[in-house]
């Protein structure tokens, strides 16, 4: 048994798929205040993890282990988060339009012994978005509250030309590494 640290469906969805058994527990963690220390989305993505590892341990204890984890979209060193607005979700998309986007997930597992901690990365190449489908994607509102404003499985599947990485990163948790360690429990 391990506690996630997670408000997210999908993380939850991914241990349940796994057969990892597992409560979810969520923490609060301000990770925008780090955006203004760490600039390189590696950094970021495993100083908002540890973060809400912190939080975690402090709400929880560590009576069992816990699992928190982040994840980041990026193009090149540029961290994309969630759009503010249409505006802002077209200039996010457009970053990513013809390019490599790395999606960058840290997860760290700590027990009353051991931390573990995981940085994975899935770079998915995409083709050039067709202006009007990206203006219909954009009237939609389906970008709203999406990290780097698309889901790979919406809106940005059909142009993926190729993917280096596991599925299970892209979405928020290397369950893989994961159910390793889990096998130790």
């Known amino acids: 048994m391990i ?5 997210s469906s ?6 349940q798929d796994a057969g990892i058994e597992f409560i979810q527990s969520p923490v609060n963690f301000d990770e925008e205040k780090l955006l203004q220390i760490y600039k390189n989305p590696r950094e970021f993505v495993c100083a908002a993890a540890r973060g809400k590892l912190q939080e975690a341990i402090k709400k929880y204890g560590l009576d069992i282990p816990i699992v928190a984890a982040d994840t980041v979209v990026a193009v090149g060193d540029e961290i994309l988060r969630k759009a503010k607005d249409a505006e802002d979700a077209k ?3 457009l970053k990513q339009s013809g390019n490599r986007v790395d999606i960058i997930t840290c997860m760290i597992y700590k027990d009353k012994e051991r931390t573990i901690e995981d940085l994975d990365t899935t770079s998915y190449y995409f083709a050039p978005f067709d202006p009007k ?4 994607y954009l009237a939609s509102g389906e970008w709203r509250g999406k ?3 698309c889901m790979v499985e919406g809106f940005c599947k059909k142009y993926i030309k190729d993917v280096k990485g596991k599925e299970s990163t892209a979405m928020g948790l290397q369950v893989e590494r994961l159910a390793k360690i889990a096998k130790d429990l």
Do not use: F, Q, V
């Open 133 to 136: 489908d990206l203006d219909n």
């Open 3 to 7: 506690r996630l640290a997670s408000t």
């Open 91 to 93: 200039r996010i998309l």
């Open 10 to 15: 999908t993380r939850a969805k991914l241990l």
């Open 147 to 149: 990290a780097g404003a």
